[in-house]
């Protein structure tokens, strides 16, 4: 079997955030067909925003990049899932 033979898996739909500010970690539910532009942190209260190139909060701060990322099988920093 080819490697474009195979089944593409299931994207995982949880992602570990970290707030760069102050550290504080909580895993949180990411949309399966969307981008999260804004996440407000719970430890520190600081909202945080895409790094550049990145698409999403998951992609920039999370453990795992956000489905449609992962979908593509692109690294979080090649652009946007959600420009069309």
């Not at 999260?36 to 600081?46: D, I, L, N």
Request: glycine share 10%; charged share 20%; hydrophobic share 25%.
């Amino acid at each position: 079997m080819t490697e474009a033979e195979q089944p593409i898996a299931e994207p995982e739909l949880h992602s570990e955030i970290t707030c760069p500010e102050c550290g504080h970690r909580k895993r949180e539910a990411m949309p399966e067909a969307a981008c999260q532009f804004f996440y407000e942190c719970a430890g520190c209260g600081v909202v945080l925003r895409p790094k550049p190139g990145d698409c999403c909060v998951f992609c920039s701060y999370g453990s795992v990049p956000c489905p449609p990322i992962q979908r593509d099988g692109r690294s979080s920093g090649a652009g946007s899932c959600c420009a069309g």
